[in-house]
């Protein structure tokens, strides 16, 4: 009687402790985010440190824990290479307890973990690359494309430079996934805007002189010199082209520039330029307040990658909180439901494709006399709303999206 | 006027860009050439040389504010001491043994030299400014040349003649093709061939450095920037004949021009054309275009 007795109560608590932590699962007991990201490489300063700080400042607003369990985050270097991000995103999925990987700077390390995560089904946030992949061919319930993308850059300066009167381009091209995606994405919407692109040249990434290049640029006596490439390469090219007296006759469109690459031109170089960013550290009170905290902690303003990789992570956390579980799909159901509304954009929603709608914004670089302060470098012209900023569904590869 | 369907402008522009990585290839060559004339090493650490003379040169810049023309000076001097205190305290020891030897010591420097910069200095580049004496550009009618660039090309051809000078027509470079001819017979003469050794090495790598100084305004100094050119020379030493000063000089202007020509007609071949060039020049003339056989 003692005995079974014994064995009775050993059951009951047993069955109290399991039937206490069902109703909470997460896995390994903790949530990690790893952040993939370019810690060393030509696009660290976009990516880099300020992107894990940001992941970071995210975990210790949401309060350190979610459904009881540590928030934790990691970071990995991914070297710019596919092959090394994708195997450190295996490693991570596998054997590492990672529940979501986010940043993920270079499109194509981006486009090589967007088919791991679709194969390993787990999640990932891709805020620093732009490669339409991720929301059509690439497409999964598993992957967001958060911040910007290739078709929302062209539609933003593209669309504003052709309209202005740009309408004979030669682009000049950093050549892989990120460039060669941008340069067909703005060559479309120069085409339907009745323009023509007279030639392309396509450089590695990396790339110190572009002498030879802008040379190509000026023999092909185009309107615009369009410039798909970004961060040190963007910054050098448009040094050469002032160099080599390419501006004269001909306009720049540089299609994806950061506030670093601003920064690292000086405002007398780069005063005029237009550049599509879909968010700002200027913008309103709120934006300001994280920028000086991000500043604080990184000794830089954070760009708009750096802001989607804090607002995402937050939009996971809670994603995880309201499902009650780290469960991948019902994460990413949770997260398909909700509605963001936070210092990155005051209307958020996620896509049946994965792509995130915001509202994006088109600036232009302010002149020296124009800017007030340090890193005062941007002025609205215009907002585009997210309908018009990004591809619309009618035209998406993504095989969840009905037909 | 287009010439083989290619407008003349673009031509001889990117005919005048070569030259300008023409001057680069010749300062280079000539260091390698006269190094592996002399000592028979080949020096792997030629493009680390180049590296540590356009830092130098930023690091000297931006701490103790020494500007682009004492840098000149400055920054190769440093980089010959550098060179001679590894002569002396390293390669030295691997004189007469197998070339592999030398291989391996030259690229553990190299690896050495990258790993400790890209640790201490980052791998993204870093900009140098263009002095402002040189800044402003030459409208040459078929393009904008930068004031800088066209004095690249100039600094490249009296550097390159003076050392041919020096070589062929002092004491000094008597004592020196003496030695590269019959080491044992010259230091019988009396003439300290080791110092002669070690005093080459730190000129060979200086000029190096020299070119580095040189390249800093047009290319962001970064840990990498020597490893890129390094096997563009090295073929260029073997086209223009190992050990003929001459030979280096004049091949690699003119291998800058025929890269640059052939950035006009086919791109993608201009990374190539180099070795293409190496392949022809050692089925036809092994000893190279100006190299003598050896006898």
């Known amino acids: 009687m003692k005995n079974s007795l014994r064995l009775a109560m050993a059951a009951a608590s047993v069955l109290a402790l399991t039937a206490g932590a069902a109703s909470a699962q997460v896995s390994g007991d903790v949530v990690r985010i790893g952040v993939l990201a370019d810690m060393s490489g030509i696009y660290s300063d976009l990516s880099g440190k300020g992107a894990v700080e940001a992941v970071k400042m995210a975990a210790e607003d949401f309060g350190g824990t979610v459904l009881g369990k540590k928030i934790e985050v990691i970071s990995a270097d991914h070297l710019n290479k596919p092959d090394i991000g994708a195997a450190k995103a295996r490693e991570w999925f596998d054997t590492g307890g990672v529940d979501m990987i986010n940043d993920l700077a270079n499109s194509g390390v981006a486009r090589a973990v967007a088919t791991v995560a679709k194969e390993k089904k787990r999640h990932i946030i891709v805020n620093g690359a732009s490669n339409m992949g991720i929301t059509n061919e690439l497409c999964s319930p598993y992957a967001i494309h958060y911040a910007y993308d290739a078709y929302s850059l062209a539609h933003g300066t593209g669309k504003a430079v052709v309209e202005n009167g740009g309408k004979s381009w030669f682009f000049l091209t950093v050549d892989f996934a990120f460039g060669i995606g941008l340069e067909e994405q703005v060559s479309k919407v120069v085409r339907d805007a009745g323009g023509r692109v007279v030639g392309a040249a396509r450089h590695p990434l990396g790339t110190t002189d572009f002498s030879s290049f802008i040379l190509q640029a000026q023999a092909s006596k185009a309107d615009i010199i369009g410039i798909a490439s970004t961060g040190a390469d963007a910054v050098n090219a448009i040094r050469a082209a002032a160099e080599f007296g390419a501006t004269k006759k001909q306009k720049l469109a540089a299609l994806l520039l950061w506030i670093e690459d601003v920064h690292g031109l000086g405002l007398p170089a780069a005063q005029g330029l237009s550049l599509t960013n879909a968010w700002y550290w200027d913008m309103n009170d709120q934006t300001r307040a994280f920028a000086k905290r991000f500043h604080d902690r990184v000794g830089k303003m954070p760009n708009m990658a750096q802001a989607a990789d804090y607002s995402s992570t937050m939009m996971y956390l809670n994603a995880v909180k309201e499902a009650g579980t780290d469960d991948p799909d019902a994460v990413s159901k949770k997260m398909r439901e909700m509605t963001v509304s936070d210092m990155f954009t005051k209307l958020g929603k996620v896509r049946v494709d994965g792509r995130f709608m915001h509202d994006m914004y088109l600036w232009q670089v302010k002149t020296p006399e124009e800017s007030k302060a340090p890193w005062d470098y941007l002025k609205l012209v215009a907002t585009i709303p997210a309908e018009q900023a990004f591809q619309p569904l009618s035209e998406s590869k993504c095989d969840l999206v009905k037909k | ?295």
């Open chain 2, 1 to 295: 006027m287009d010439i083989f369907g290619v407008p003349h402008q673009a031509l001889l522009g990117q005919v005048m860009l070569g030259m300008v990585n023409g001057a680069f290839y010749a300062v280079l060559s000539l260091g390698l050439a006269i190094i592996f004339g002399l000592l028979r090493v080949v020096n792997f650490a030629h493009g680390a040389f180049f590296m540590l003379g356009a830092f130098i040169a930023f690091l000297i810049g931006r701490n103790l504010g020494i500007g682009y023309w004492p840098s000149m000076i400055v920054a190769p001097l440093i980089v010959g001491v550098l060179g001679i205190l590894f002569e002396r305290f390293a390669l030295r020891r691997i004189y007469g043994l197998d070339p592999l030897y030398g291989l391996f010591l030259t690229f553990g420097l190299v690896l050495v030299l990258e790993g400790g910069f890209r640790v201490a200095m980052g791998s993204s580049g870093h900009s140098y400014p263009t002095p402002p004496a040189l800044r402003g550009a030459l409208d040459l009618g078929f393009m904008m040349l930068p004031m800088y660039r066209a004095f690249v090309i100039l600094v490249a051809v009296v550097v390159c003649a003076g050392t041919w000078v020096v070589i062929e027509k002092t004491r000094m470079g008597a004592y020196l093709r003496a030695a590269t001819e019959r080491p044992d017979l010259t230091q019988a003469f009396g003439i300290n061939v080791p110092l002669l050794l070690t005093v080459t090495y730190g000129a060979g790598v200086g000029l190096a450095g020299f070119a580095g100084v040189m390249a800093a305004p047009i290319q962001h100094v970064n840990p990498s920037m020597g490893s890129d050119l390094v096997i563009i020379v090295f073929a260029i030493v073997v086209i223009g004949g190992l050990g003929s000063v001459l030979g280096s000089a004049v091949t690699g202007l003119g291998l800058g021009v025929v890269e640059g020509l052939a950035k006009v007609f086919y791109a993608e071949a201009s990374t190539t054309v180099v070795f293409l060039v190496m392949a022809l020049v050692l089925l036809l003339r092994p000893a190279g275009l100006f190299g003598q056989e050896e006898g």
